[in-house]
């Protein structure tokens, strides 16, 4: 990275993608000062890269690896994001940042990863403010909503025809309800041939091919129910399988991890040009 131009990394965890920027030898001048406006630009999936966030890699702050910036794709910050975890993790240990057992920093508390030939798996915040059977009107029906936050704050609805379910006028709908002060993603789930969901995500404000930090609340909320045990495999909207461990202290969940493929799909720099015309540089 030059004070001219960004180096990236593309990458997706199930159909999740990010822009990676490696932000350890400092932000300079360059574009970086206002990552929430580089962000927007950048996952314009005409104009831009594409992507469902960006993710700068961090000095940390304490005794961790790194720290990790996420940013949705609009720009808002996201406290955390669970595939962008995963992705983050493979991306530090390729550029010798981590070992493959590490510990990084988030805007949720610090996590840890481990990186494997194949999958990555990650300690996730563990759920917590879990509310069951919530009935809320949306779009103009009565539903059963439940809750769970998992670093971030997601809403939960069982639906019977998840291929059909119209997640693009519901979404909003369940994302923007008074019940939720800070906003919450939403998951549409079935559990009629294992578990499977869809889910429209805050800050990105669109259906995602997965979510992560969604996966483990659609366990959490399954388990409680009696839907699936403390393992569950999560069928994603893009056909991969997250997988979801859950461990309790009577009422109280302890531990939560997520396991799951990731891909770098190539690796570029962002043109001063582009930076420029877009006031970024």
């Known amino acids: 990275m030059t004070a001219d131009n960004v180096a990236f990394t593309k990458m ?3 159909g999740n993608d990010f822009i990676m920027i490696d932000g350890r030898n400092g932000l300079g001048s360059t574009a970086l ?3 929430s406006r580089l962000t927007a630009a950048l996952c314009d999936r005409r104009r831009g890269l594409g992507g469902d966030g960006l993710i700068l890699l961090l000095p940390p702050r304490g005794d961790a690896d790194f720290a990790m910036l996420y940013i949705n794709a609009t720009g808002a910050p996201g406290e955390m994001c ?3 975890a995963r992705c983050v993790a493979r ?3 390729d550029i010798g940042a ?3 057992e590490m510990r990084f920093e988030t805007e949720a508390g610090p996590v840890k990863a481990v990186v494997g030939p194949d999958h990555v798996t990650i300690d996730m915040p563990p759920p917590r403010d879990i509310r069951l059977g919530m009935r809320l009107t949306i779009g103009g029906e009565e539903r059963e909503v439940h809750f769970a936050e998992v670093g971030v704050p997601h809403a939960v609805l069982l639906v019977d025809d998840l291929p059909n379910c119209p997640v ?3 979404g909003p709908l369940v994302r923007h309800d008074t019940a939720f002060p800070r906003g919450a993603n939403a998951n549409f789930v079935s559990t009629i041939d294992g578990v499977a969901m869809r889910t429209f995500e805050r800050g990105v404000e669109a259906e995602t091919l997965a979510c992560g930090t969604g996966a483990v609340a659609t366990a959490t909320i399954c388990h409680l129910l009696g839907l699936s045990g ?3 495999d999560i069928r994603t909207r893009g056909g991969d399988n997250l997988s979801v461990h859950l461990e309790r202290e009577g009422e109280v969940f302890i531990r939560a991890t ?3 493929p990731t891909e770098t799909v190539g690796q570029g720099v962002v043109t001063a040009d582009f930076l420029r015309s877009r006031n970024l540089l």
């Open 258 to 260: 997520l396991t799951g």
């Open 230 to 232: 403390l393992d569950a």
């Open 168 to 170: 693009d006028r519901l």
């Open 12 to 14: 997706h965890g199930c």
């Open 82 to 84: 669970g595939n962008g």
């Open 98 to 100: 981590a070992p493959s």
């Open 91 to 93: 991306f530090a240990h």
């Open 33 to 35: 000062a206002d990552p």
